[in-house]
């Protein structure tokens, strides 16, 4: 249960630093961090915090990059563009928050267990 708790509270501190210039381009580390620190599982915890937290991103990612995909379909030569560099802008910040993620939940976690 700790770790759900975890990668919700990371996830909200992550998409919340996305939102401050300057630190939005270590907010999942941030975030991650949090949410390791929050769970207190120790390293392998934290790492499974920042999995968990790296799928509940990807989700809401991936549904909108598809709805929008969906509905520039229509549009003959540019819309296939945009929609294709919609998903693949959409992977590489899933990827991103992933790996960062995932790194700030372990030391997180490895921090809450030497504490």
């Not at 390293?43 to 598809?66: C, E, Q, R, Y």
């Not at 928050?97 to 030497?114: R, S, Y």
Request: hydrophobic share 60%; with cysteine.
């Amino acid at each position: 249960m700790n770790i759900i708790k975890g990668a919700i509270v990371g996830l909200v501190c992550t998409v919340i630093l996305y939102m401050i210039p300057l630190i939005n381009a270590l907010s999942p580390f941030f975030g991650g961090f949090i949410g390791g620190y929050v769970a207190e599982e120790g390293a392998f915890g934290g790492f499974k915090v920042g999995i968990l937290m790296s799928v509940l991103a990807a989700i809401p990612g991936f549904l909108l990059s598809g709805i929008l995909a969906v509905m520039l379909a229509d549009i003959p030569i540019l819309g296939a563009i945009l929609a294709g560099s919609g998903i693949l802008i959409t992977l590489v910040i899933v990827i991103y928050t992933a790996i960062f993620g995932i790194i700030g939940a372990v030391v997180g976690g490895a921090v809450a267990d030497n504490r």
